[in-house]
Nanobody, 120 residues
Framework: QVQLVESGGGLVQPGGSLRLSCAASGSGLSIIAVRWYRQAPGDQRDLVAVIGSDGSTNYTDSVKGRFTISIDNAKNTMYLQMNSLKPEDTAVYYC??????????????WGQGTQVTVSS
């Protein structure tokens, strides 16, 4: 069974940086692709960044040039590096990887979410 643990959220001042992590554990797993979403209070969950199986990346316009999505396959960990943070980046962030596991096959999973608050 695949388990995800997110970390790295917190309170940061505008202009600051945070790195979100999403660690996957389980037997014989391989991370195929990853999406990061965020959800602000009262809003829908929005897609922020994607990294595909070929390493290609895409970002929503509001975070381009500030956020970087990556995967460390050796550690089975996914990252979202967030720089030049703005108050409007405040939200709960969720990782959503597609993982190949010898036990469960190819499936997508959700992290538990981590709160990011950008405020002075």
């Amino acid at each position: 069974q695949v388990q995800l643990v997110e970390s790295g959220g917190g309170l940061v001042q505008p202009g600051g940086s945070l790195r979100l992590s999403c660690a996957a554990s389980g037997s014989g797993l391989s991370i195929i692709a990853v999406r990061w979403y965020r959800q602000a209070p009262g809003d829908q969950r929005d897609l922020v960044a994607v990294i595909g199986s070929d390493g290609s990346t895409n970002y929503t316009d509001s975070v381009k040039g500030r956020f970087t999505i990556s995967i460390d396959n050796a550690k089975n960990t996914m990252y979202l590096q967030m720089n030049s943070l703005k108050p409007e980046d405040t939200a709960v962030y969720y990782c959503n990887p597609i993982i190949q596991s010898w036990m469960t096959g190819l499936s997508d999973y959700w992290g538990q979410g981590t709160q990011v608050t950008v405020s002075s």
